[in-house]
């Protein structure tokens, strides 16, 4: 099955830090970028980060400085290091690429979303 896995959520206190991993299975990352979006309750869902195969980056205002997407081409894996985390940043998190598989280009494939939860 192709698919993307999400993991690394948890409860942390403010000022603290995850780090989410996004693995492809059955499947390899295209050329195009990969996603981080999240979603808080009653919320629409926002791109948080994105990182080019090339490792270009590119942040939402809100996370810069804070968070840092990369990634491990030969793991076909991508990770979302969150530090400094504020209540604000409570939300499921999305992983989001398209992916190659059997000779098929599988266009805007999602994680399961994982929960990030900061509170004291």
């Known amino acids: 099955q192709v698919q993307l896995v999400g993991s690394g959520g948890g409860l942390v206190q403010p000022g603290g830090s995850l780090r989410l991993t996004c693995a492809a299975s059955?499947?390899?990352?295209?050329?195009?970028?990969v996603n981080w979006y999240r979603q808080a309750p009653g919320k629409e869902r926002d791109l948080v980060a994105a990182?080019?195969?090339?490792?270009?980056?590119n942040y939402a205002d809100p996370v810069k400085g804070r968070f840092t997407i990369s990634r491990d081409n030969a793991k076909n894996t991508v990770y979302l290091q969150m530090n400094s985390l504020k209540p604000e940043d409570t939300a499921v998190y999305y992983c989001?690429?398209?992916?190659?598989?059997?000779?098929?280009?599988?266009?805007?494939?999602w994680g399961q979303g994982t929960q990030v939860t900061v509170s004291s």
């Open positions: 989001n690429a398209q992916l190659h598989a059997g000779g098929w280009t599988i266009n805007d494939v």
């Open positions: 059955g499947g390899i990352f295209s050329n195009n970028p």
């Open positions: 990182i080019t195969r090339g490792g270009n980056t």
